[in-house]
């Protein structure tokens, strides 16, 4: 089955500043790529995704890029502000039937001001 | 719209016992989801259904049974809990992977089992 690897497990950036986290999935039949960001205690919340037919998309300052060929595809947070800090999660789409996600392991973002 | 809802939001139970989690959406999605988070960790699928009879398991399903009986509606059923079940429990849902693939979260419960 599906296997999607998250790295690094832990990132801290000064304000401002970029960050890049990097997902690597193992089922080359995956078509789907969301990315959750998830609070404290709170549930994860969809920020941005993507589609295998697609290599990079944007939203303000969240960007995705794919590539396909390694299959991996990773995260990209410009600017980054003191609400950035959180869990993020990558997952990929696997199975032929049904929308079922398998999640990577998380990276803790901690954003100092 | 409430989207998707769960009851109890935190639950303690004993070794043996048994326990439904309820989970409820109002966006007329056909597909719904149970996932687990351990501490630490990412989720991970213990089951799903893609519509209103139709259930199938996902990547963790032992000690655990569902149902599907209308498409507002997809409970979890533990049965004989065990100290291992201790987990954040989530409901999603989400529209047919043709029409959208987004899936939305509820707000877990959060089970320990002592």
């Known amino acids: 089955g599906e296997n999607v690897e998250q790295h690094p497990s832990t990132l801290s950036v000064q304000e401002g500043d970029s960050a890049v986290i990097k997902c690597t999935y193992s089922?080359?039949?995956?078509?789907?790529f969301p990315w959750y960001k998830q609070e404290l205690g709170k549930r994860p919340q969809l920020i941005i995704d993507?589609?295998?037919?697609?290599g990079e998309k944007k939203d303000q300052r969240i960007a995705v890029t794919l590539n396909k060929t390694a299959k991996h595809f990773s995260l990209h947070i410009t600017e980054t502000q003191p609400e950035d800090s959180a869990v993020y999660f990558c997952?990929?789409?696997?199975?032929?039937?049904?929308?079922?996600?398998?999640f990577g392991a998380g990276t803790i973002l901690r954003v100092k001001s | 719209n409430a989207g998707v809802t769960q009851t109890p939001k935190f639950r303690i139970l004993k070794i043996g016992q048994s326990m439904t989690l309820q989970c409820a959406q109002d966006?007329?999605?056909?597909?719904m989801y149970w996932y687990r988070q351990d501490p630490g960790m990412g989720l991970k699928l213990i089951y799903y259904?893609?519509?209103?009879?139709?259930?199938d398991k996902g990547e963790v399903p032992n000690g655990y049974n569902v149902s599907r009986s209308t498409t507002e509606d997809f409970p979890l059923r533990l049965e004989l809990a065990a100290p291992s079940q201790t987990s954040v429990y989530f409901c999603?849902?989400?529209?047919?992977?043709?029409?959208?693939?987004?899936?939305?979260f509820g707000p877990g419960t959060r089970l320990l089992v002592l």
């Open positions: 999603a849902s989400s529209y047919s992977p043709e029409i959208q693939e987004t899936q939305y």
């Open positions: 089922d080359s039949a995956s078509n789907y």
């Open positions: 993507i589609r295998s037919n697609v």
């Open positions: 997952a990929a789409s696997s199975g032929e039937y049904g929308n079922k996600l398998v």
């Open positions: 966006m007329n999605h056909n597909y």
């Open positions: 259904s893609v519509g209103a009879g139709i259930t």
